[in-house]
């Protein structure tokens, strides 16, 4: 739709002036001969933008300035004035008008003053929708989702934290299985003591037994004194073994005495260590796999297995992408001191289209590499340091065709309208030798249109 305008001015050769200029860029205009007018005008429709004169016969711009931001503080206004001091303009200023612009003003400077306001408040409006989803969001300490999937997972948490029981979380790497278990942890009434995460899988082998269980000096070369292991650390807490599936067989062995009476000895030792934990696991395998071909204990599995929580990959619960791009942008903004607070619908579109086999961590790192990267204060889509993926989805839209009887069947129109359009804006820049003016002439739209466009989709930086 286009963006509603009121202009407020007494002289009529000046009302009619803004209303043909600024009806040729595409805007809706509507017009008001003096501040009354226009007050009631105000009360009764929320105008995208004012364009005031100060002087108005028998109110001032500003008590129209100030009636404005009475009924919406969001108001975009923008004062005009041949005769205004500067004192009139600091004070319109402070009661909160976009920007002040002298008469004679520059035509071109005056439509870029109001295409920029305007750009601002679409900036403002899609933050605030933004903050609003985020609000909505369930967080379970650093976990950021709000669809259906996430949701249950929630459920699951808030129930088994409340118990001693073994949990297995499963699910694809990168998909966030110790951040369920740290929520675990700390929905439980175990949360003042330790949560000792153990990657499995990164601990030597040599290593792993005295790792787990502690050892006594002297036990082996190299025992030059007593260790306490991770199992005796986690005491009153909760132990997280990431990657169970890698373990070997021997070190399973031994394991599932501690698994199943909490009690173990250290290597060395003579007595058994009792010792009061949670024991929540994680794998990236199907560990009933790996039970069938003898790479895993099927006690040790029934034990650790009690209760499982399935983590979906991202692919699957692409309705948390938003947030989680706009929660990782906030949270890189803030570390590299960069205000970079936006990324564009353009750029999310582009992101639905990627399954992210690395799951939420490759997400992440996505957006930690592009806000680093940024020159902006928005992420537009070439802003994504996606590399080869991000090249071949565009070239796969600039040479797909549509067929209009997959509509049948059901298709994603947003995404399709995206697609053809940045297609033909592309085919225009590239028949005119990159002339916008022409290029927006073959397209039947403003050059306004099409500079805005072409900014939104950052055409221009392509390769």
């Not at 295409?115 to 969001?137: F, G, P, S």
């Not at 029981?165 to 330790?194: C, F, M, P, Q, Y």
């Not at 938003?322 to 001191?337: D, P, T, W």
Request: aromatic content about 6%; glycine content about 6%.
């Amino acid at each position: 739709m286009p963006a509603h305008l009121l202009i407020v001015d007494d002289e009529r050769s000046m009302r009619e002036l803004l209303e043909y200029m600024l009806a040729r860029e595409g805007y809706q205009i509507a017009l008001a001969e003096n501040g009354r007018k226009a007050i009631e005008m105000i009360q009764a429709v929320d105008y995208d933008l004012i364009l005031s004169d100060i002087r108005l016969g028998d109110l001032t711009g500003l008590e129209v300035l100030r009636a404005a931001k009475q009924k919406n503080p969001r108001s975009i206004v923008i004062m005009i004035s041949a005769f205004a001091s500067t004192e009139t303009a600091v004070e319109a200023m402070n009661d909160g008008a976009y920007d002040y612009v002298p008469k004679p003003f520059d035509n071109d400077e005056l439509k870029q003053t109001i295409a920029n306001a305007l750009e601002r408040k679409t900036v403002e409006a899609d933050r605030q929708v933004i903050e609003d989803e985020l609000k909505k969001t369930v967080h379970f300490g650093k976990i950021v989702g709000s669809s259906p999937r996430m949701q249950y997972i929630y459920q699951m948490v808030r129930q088994v934290a409340k118990t001693r029981t073994n949990v297995l979380i499963t699910g694809e790497s990168g998909t966030g299985k110790e951040l369920i278990a740290r929520a675990i942890h700390e929905e439980s009434d175990r949360a003042e003591n330790a949560f000792i995460p153990v990657n499995c899988g990164g601990i030597p082998e040599t290593l792993v037994e005295s790792e787990f269980f502690g050892h006594k000096k002297g036990a082996f070369t190299g025992a030059t004194q007593d260790k306490m292991g991770l199992l005796e650390a986690a005491h009153g807490g909760t132990i997280f073994l990431d990657e169970v599936g890698e373990l070997s067989i021997p070190i399973q062995v031994k394991l599932l005495r501690a698994v199943q009476e909490r009690v173990f000895r250290a290597v060395g030792g003579t007595r058994d260590i009792s010792v009061d934990i949670r024991i929540v696991s994680a794998t990236n395998k199907r560990l009933e796999d790996e039970v069938i071909a003898g790479r895993f204990r099927e006690d040790l599995f029934y034990r650790l297995n009690v209760i499982e929580i399935k983590v979906p990959p991202l692919r699957e619960r692409k309705g948390d992408l938003k947030i989680l791009a706009q929660h990782f942008l906030e949270k890189f903004s803030r570390e590299m001191g960069k205000e970079v607070s936006k990324i564009s619908s353009y750029a999310i579109d582009l992101l639905k289209k990627y399954d992210f086999p690395g799951n939420v961590r490759e997400l992440e790192n996505l957006i930690e590499r592009s806000v680093a990267l940024s020159n902006t204060n928005i992420l537009l889509p070439d802003s994504l340091a996606m590399s080869i993926h991000k090249r071949r989805w565009i070239e796969g839209v600039q040479n797909k065709r549509y067929d209009i009887d997959e509509v049948a069947k059901g298709v994603a129109l947003d995404n399709i309208l995206a697609e053809i359009e940045h297609a033909y804006l592309k085919k225009a820049m590239e028949c005119t030798n990159g002339n916008k003016n022409k290029a927006a002439e073959l397209l039947g739209i403003t050059f306004r249109s099409f500079r805005y466009r072409l900014d939104k989709l950052d055409i221009e930086n392509e390769n």
